[in-house]
């Protein structure tokens, strides 16, 4: 079976900078177990997979060397760019996601080189209480946390988030799929 796969770098402007992200091409979608199985093979952070849709948009979706994923945003601009390369899409494009519709801009400058934009779902956190957990997990005071797609803490300065040194094993025994930390505004 020949399976066209390309490797892109998204957020940034050089090669072997930014965040790696395989796309797979397929006419349609094949069983979970391939799509698992190449995503173990590529063994990136994800490897994405959108699919032709009778309505013109696509359907995409992200799996990790272990698993599938609700929502990847690196991996949804490499889509965007490497559909856009092969003359898939011309300016636009609309992902069916998991996490809803995404899209996608594509634009080229007048040196050749191609921008893409995402309209990215909004999902505004929920207050909740700091926890002891939270702050012995980050090693640092947290003014605020809340929940949206992730547990988001907001701490003091953005040098305290360029400095934080977490303990992995503490964020791991959260209840929550990732830890998003940030600056107080």
Do not use: Y
């Not at 948009?57 to 609700?70: A, K, N, S």
């Not at 992902?95 to 995404?102: D, I, V």
């Amino acid at each position: 079976m020949r399976i066209p796969i390309v490797q892109l770098d998204a957020f940034t402007d050089r090669p072997f900078g930014g965040n790696p992200a395989a796309v797979a091409f397929f006419d349609q979608s094949p069983d979970d177990s391939v799509l698992q199985a190449i995503a173990l093979e590529m063994n990136l952070a994800e490897t994405a997979f959108p699919i032709h849709r009778p309505d013109g948009d696509w359907d995409l979706r992200w799996f990790t060397p272990r698993v599938e994923v609700d929502l990847c945003g690196h991996a949804t601009l490499a889509s965007a760019a490497a559909l856009a390369r092969e003359g898939l899409i011309e300016d636009k494009v609309t992902f069916h996601t998991r996490s809803g519709a995404l899209v996608c801009r594509v634009t080229t400058s007048a040196d050749g080189k191609s921008a893409v934009t995402m309209d990215f779902p909004s999902s505004p956190a929920t207050p909740r209480e700091v926890s002891a957990d939270l702050v012995s997990a980050l090693g640092c005071d947290v003014l605020a946390a809340g929940t949206s797609f992730d547990l988001v803490a907001e701490l003091e300065s953005a040098e305290t988030v360029r400095d934080l040194d977490p303990d992995l094993d503490g964020v791991v025994r959260m209840d929550t799929r990732a830890v998003v930390v940030g600056e107080a505004w």
